[in-house]
């Protein structure tokens, strides 16, 4: 098995920050003012200062104008060619966007340099170099600016503090906003095709973003890797926005070694929603669509990360298909911190690589909350968590498609992608929600601990909850359509599942191939044959016009070897390499017609509930089982505790399946109803079971449909029966035990030691043999060992009721039967052969014999051997060096009472035989009598030692 969940931190995206471009507007000059020597003489002109005096020089203005003065631009006309240096407060107004300031080459329109509370507004602005240059100022404000030719940045700002509203960027060609350090409020503006970003913050800005319209950001250069392109850009800033609409944009918000605190946006397309690295992220109402390497990738480190009531999705036709081998690209989003991670009311729609990460940055790990997350149609995996301490709640994964091809990817149970929720190195608690409908696994757990609580678990390909080195409790929650691997696998950890309800497992299994057909067409001999519009000639030649084209093929018989047609000149032309002949004859050509086939076959009732394996200890405590296939198989597990469950309705049997136990499984106060066969299944284990009701256990039924191409050719359904507890090579207690209308035997015992207490078994079998029991223990290659204190067998059907077979060679071992009864067997009550085994304080009424021994050393102790339709007693004549020693035995109404022929030694003392219809007592020759005393015996027949 492999698993590629081991996890490095992330390390920084290879997007890196240049803060290059086409010059900063460090040179930036604006004209010198127009100042005599002596009293200034200001040029009148178009600007207004104040409403009063009129200047030609806006930097003329700013020398006259007051603190908090306004300078007029509205009587400029359409084109204003100036710049200027501001240095106090004051308010520029223009006209509108009719007004055009077009800077003078190299030159910004306006810097802007210490001052604080200055308002600009109301033009278009065009410049060389940077549009709006400000260092070292406060409580700037741009309103109502259109940036329509800004050959680098439109604002420049440095340790300023700043507002920009109601502006339009068209395109800067080298940014929209550039912040290093400060602040920016920028509210309510458009920002269509800006060069690098629309907004950048470094150097610790911060940048309040809000009502933007932002699209189509393009990068720089990307020759050696993505460096810009970012809607909102920090790097070593921080940005809090609001209701943004960024679209198209390679990037919309990349923030690195800075803060995210986002409400209300909207994203859609390029390769990211929100990148950010190392710093704190709050995500708010957020909607991300079809950006397509990764909707969310933050990696915060030590800083915490929220996001709540968001949706991402991505189209799996836009989004990328192919993972990398980090599964980086093609996420919904991706989540890296040890400072804690808060999920509320988040969906996660789409997408190829993955669903949701959410991780630790290292394997210190972190806290994770997690409250209505929904995460459907993902490719490859839906939920990831990885080095995290979670509480999970309302969590929903459903529908996770592989995407890639099944033989590449998992191979001999193998399996790399294909998850629900994969979990690692982690402890979760996941109350409510689901996981559901995985093209492959529903979970895979590994060095992990899972809780789940009112989960429902359905409908996966291959295995439901499958732990590894887990510590896996299920409770409360429903489990269905679980696939034929297991609807909940441990291997190598502990496991309880109790209180949950497991209803409609019979899922259905679909297995396809491909493979080549070959179809009879026609038959010649050597020469020019016709057969239809087939045209044969000599072997070794070239057949044409027959009509056959490319995938055809013959076959002949000639010189010893087939011909197959290995060349195709064109459709008419199929040329033969060699021939094979029979004893001289002709040669004879066998036509077929070769045509690949895909043939399918589906199989239902294919469910296992659980899988418990390899180093396990599991639980299984008050579950509700119905209408199910297979329930739960134990596999070289330990610590096995199976109680207070109920079965009903298991159509294919193997409701308890033990196999290779390493200790004694514990199984106790338990009810399995109408099932196929096998109910309780164990092989080389040790199963202790009390209190355990069977009831209707009968034969399975697979429906099975086969397929070629897609197209159904044929059904049949498969069914056999067998035991209601069958055990091989165990060591197998029952305890207070019923089995009742077993259709085959209620239990068999291969090479077991089985100890029978308070077993009451009614209703048999009309599917068995006579050579079989209704109980039937079988030892071929260990000494026996069989204990019976209380065994009731009523109306046990054809056979035994209790049959006990001992192969030549072995031991005598232990058999004791005490307290047992059976009555209403078509064959004998006890069938034993080959035994020594002591009876006792037993009955056998009303069956066909009472007892038959067939190479058996007996003592029989106070055992009731009567109303049966043969015989009472009955050895078998064939077989030599038996015995019986029998005591207080009633042998009465039977046909006969005792047939005591061909034993070695025979005591048969205080018993009574009486009321049979014929002899009371037979013997022959060979019997060895050693004691016949006390005893009432209407009729010895020709027994002369034991005559009355």
Excluded at 28 to 57: H, K, M, R
Excluded at 131 to 146: E, H, K, P, R, W
């Amino acid at each position: 098995m492999r698993f590629p969940i081991l996890l490095l931190a992330a390390p920084l995206l290879a997007l890196g920050c240049n803060n290059g471009g086409n010059g900063d507007g460090s040179n930036d000059t604006g004209p010198s003012d127009d100042s005599g020597i002596g009293t200034p003489n200001y040029d009148e002109g178009c600007l207004v200062l104040d409403g009063g005096q009129s200047f030609a020089w806006l930097s003329d203005a700013l020398v006259v104008a007051d603190e908090g003065s306004t300078i007029d631009l509205t009587g400029c006309g359409d084109l204003f060619e100036q710049t200027a240096e501001v240095t106090k407060s004051v308010n520029i107004v223009g006209p509108g966007e009719s007004m055009v300031w077009n800077a003078p080459v190299n030159e910004p329109a306006l810097t802007i340099t210490g001052a604080s509370d200055v308002n600009v507004s109301g033009f278009t602005l065009i410049s060389t170099r940077n549009g709006l240059v400000l260092d070292a100022s406060s409580n700037v404000t741009f309103d109502a600016i259109v940036f329509a030719d800004i050959a680098n940045t439109a604002i420049k700002a440095t340790d300023s503090a700043i507002a920009v509203t109601n502006s339009t960027f068209t395109a800067p060609q080298y940014g929209g906003i550039d912040l290093s350090g400060g602040t920016a409020s920028v509210s309510g503006n458009t920002f269509d095709a800006p060069l690098a970003f629309a907004v950048r913050a470094t150097d610790d800005a911060v940048a309040t973003v809000s009502d933007n319209v932002i699209s189509d950001v393009m990068y720089t250069d990307a020759t050696d890797g993505i460096s810009d392109g970012f809607a909102l850009f920090g790097d070593g800033g921080s940005f809090v926005t609001e209701n943004n609409t960024l679209t198209n944009n390679i990037v919309a918000v990349f923030v690195t070694q800075g803060d995210v605190t986002m409400s209300g946006d909207v994203m859609e397309g390029g390769l990211y929603g929100v990148f950010s690295q190392l710093g704190a992220v709050d995500i708010d109402s957020v909607t991300i669509t079809d950006a397509t390497t990764q909707g969310l990738q933050i990696v915060a480190q030590d800083d915490p990360v929220s996001v709540t009531n968001t949706a991402v999705s991505g189209d799996p036709e836009l989004v990328y298909t192919t993972a990398d081998p980090d599964g980086w690209t093609g996420a919904a989003a991706w989540i890296q911190t040890n400072a804690g991670i808060n999920i509320e009311s988040v969906t996660i729609d789409g997408y190829n690589a993955r669903g949701i990460l959410l991780a630790g940055y290292d394997d210190s790990g972190t806290d994770l909350s997690v409250n209505d997350l929904t995460i459907t149609n993902t490719g490859r995996y839906g939920l990831t968590l990885q080095w995290v301490d979670a509480v999970m709640s309302d969590v929903l994964v459903d529908t996770v498609r592989l995407v890639d091809d099944p033989a590449l990817v998992n191979q001999d149970y193998s399996y790399s992608v294909g998850y629900g929720a994969l979990i690692y190195e982690s402890d979760v608690q996941w109350t409510g929600g689901g996981i559901l409908d995985s093209e492959v696994i529903g979970m895979v757990s590994q060095y992990a601990t899972v809780n789940f609580d009112t989960v429902e678990l359905s409908g996966h390909q291959d295995l439901g909850v499958w732990g590894i080195y887990t510590t896996l409790d299920v409770r409360n929650s429903e489990i269905s359509m679980s696939p034929a691997l297991g609807g909940i696998a441990n291997y190598y950890g502990d496991a309880v599942v109790a209180d949950n309800t497991f209803v409609d497992n019979l899922a259905t299994e679909f297995y396809e191939y491909d493979s080549t057909s070959w179809t009879y067409l026609t038959t010649g001999t050597t020469g020019n044959h016709t057969a239809g519009d087939n045209v044969f000639t000599d072997e070794n030649a070239t057949f044409e016009t027959w009509g056959l084209v490319a995938g055809d093929a013959i076959s002949s018989s000639a010189n010893g070897s087939w011909n197959y047609i290995t060349s195709v000149d064109s459709e008419t032309q199929l040329t033969m390499d060699y021939a094979w002949s029979y004893d001289g004859e002709d040669t004879t050509y066998y036509v077929y017609q070769g045509t690949p086939r895909t043939y399918g076959y589906e199989y239902s009732n294919q469910s296992q509930d659980i899988v418990c394996s390899s180093g396990t200890s599991m639980e299984i405590t008050g579950n509700t089982f119905s209408n199910g296939s297979q329930s739960v198989w134990f596999s070289g597990c330990e610590g096995v505790v199976v109680e207070d469950n109920a079965w009903d309705g298991y159509t294919s049997g193997y409701v308890l399946q033990f196999s290779s136990g390493p200790d004694t499984a514990k199984v106790s106060n338990n009810t399995i109803a109408n099932t196929g066969p096998f109910p309780v299944y164990c092989y080389n284990s040790t199963v202790d079971i009390e209190e355990l009701t069977i009831t209707g256990s009968g034969a399975s039924s697979t429906d099975i449909t086969y397929y070629t191409d897609g197209e159904e050719t044929g059904s049949y359904v498969s069914s056999y029966s067998g035991e209601a507890i069958y055990a091989s090579t165990c060591t197998m207690t029952l305890d207070t035990v019923s089995v009742t209308d077993a259709a085959y035997n209620a239990i068999y015992a291969y090479d077991t030691t089985l100890e029978l207490f308070d077993v009451s078994v009614e209703g048999g079998s009309d599917l068995t043999t006579e050579l079989d029991g209704t109980i039937n223990a079988v030892w071929s290659a260990v000494d026996p060992y069989f204990l019976v204190d209380g065994v009731d067998v009523t109306d046990a059907g054809l056979g035994a009721g209790i049959g006990i077979t001992v192969a030549d060679g072995l031991g005598s071992g232990t058999i004791q039967l005490d307290s047992a009864t059976v009555t209403g067997s078509t064959g004998s009550g006890l069938d034993i052969n080959g035994a020594t085994a002591t009876v006792m304080n037993s009955s056998f009424t009303g069956n066909e014999n009472g007892i038959l021994s067939t190479g058996s050393d007996l003592i029989l102790d106070t055992v009731d051997l009567s109303t049966n339709t043969t015989w009472g007693y009955t050895n078998d004549a064939t077989t030599y060096l038996s015995s019986l020693d029998a005591t207080g035995l009633t042998v009465s109404a039977n046909a006969g009472g005792t047939k005591l022929d061909s034993l070695s030694t025979v005591v048969f003392d205080e018993s009574t035989i009486d009321s049979n219809t014929e002899e009371g007592m037979s013997c022959d020759d060979d019997t060895v009598w050693v004691s016949c005393t006390n005893n009432t015996i209407d009729d010895a027949g020709d027994c002369d030692y034991c005559a009355p």
